[in-house]
């Protein structure tokens, strides 16, 4: 069984587009992420829910909207889509905030 | 901002070796520390977590912990070819995890 899974696996797109990334997780956890991790294989949080709610929002610019309509969904909006958006983005979910994180396998965006 | 620090390697290693990898990390009021192995195209995956200091083993791997240095290290007993991926540090800090920029680890047959 899938733990945490993320839709699409690979997103390939022009500059200026909107796209969207969806993250489940089956585990009954009550916390989820989203991390980018670029070229350079750093990751970093991005955003984190917990229950439905807005717990961490890192700098990150406004073109990007997380959205959590049950506590197992966690999605990602991006809105004119720009080239160093390209990376890959994971989902994660933890059974409180600061606990261990399971990871979703990825969404390798490009856009080009 | 927070940090955890960690050598970006290649550690290179010999099948059937022990491989060592370290982390320091900036947060005094860190309590939860965590090793992440990444092969190349995948997901990050848990493999340790430690909260006190010490040691833990689980198999072939041990944390080591020690607070009062910033200290976290990973050894790995028996090193195998299959263990050569990138191991990422991870820190929770203020209800988020903060992950160093990972030591890659190739074993060599």
């Known amino acids: 069984d899938t733990a945490v899974s993320q839709t699409p696996k690979y997103l390939v797109t022009q500059m200026g587009n909107d796209k969207s990334i969806k993250c489940e997780q089956n585990?009954?956890?009550?916390?989820m992420y989203w991390y980018k991790q670029d070229s350079k294989k750093f990751l970093k949080i991005m955003f984190s829910y917990n229950n439905k709610e807005l717990i961490i929002n890192e700098t990150v610019p406004n073109r990007f909207s997380p959205k959590s309509p049950d506590k197992a969904h966690l999605n990602l909006h991006i809105n004119s889509l720009e080239l160093g958006d390209s990376a890959v983005y994971f989902c994660?979910?933890?059974?409180?905030?600061?606990?261990?994180?399971?990871f979703g396998p990825g969404t390798r965006l490009t856009v080009t | 901002q927070k940090e955890v620090e960690q050598n970006s390697g290649p550690l290179s290693v010999p099948e059937g070796a022990i491989a060592s990898l370290n982390c320091t990390y900036s947060d005094r009021g860190s309590q939860s520390f965590f090793w992440y192995r990444q092969y190349s195209g995948k997901s990050p995956e848990l493999i340790m977590s430690?909260?006190?200091?010490g040691d833990k083993e689980d198999g072939r791997f041990t944390a080591q912990l020690n607070k009062a240095s910033q200290y976290v290290s990973l050894l790995i007993r028996d090193s195998q070819p299959s263990d050569s991926a990138t191991y990422l540090c991870a820190v929770d800090s203020s209800y988020k995890l903060i992950f160093g920029s990972g030591t890659r680890l190739l074993v060599r047959p």
């Open positions: 430690i909260y006190s200091n």
């Open positions: 585990l009954g956890h009550d916390t």
């Open positions: 994660a979910s933890s059974q409180e905030a600061g606990n261990e994180q399971y």
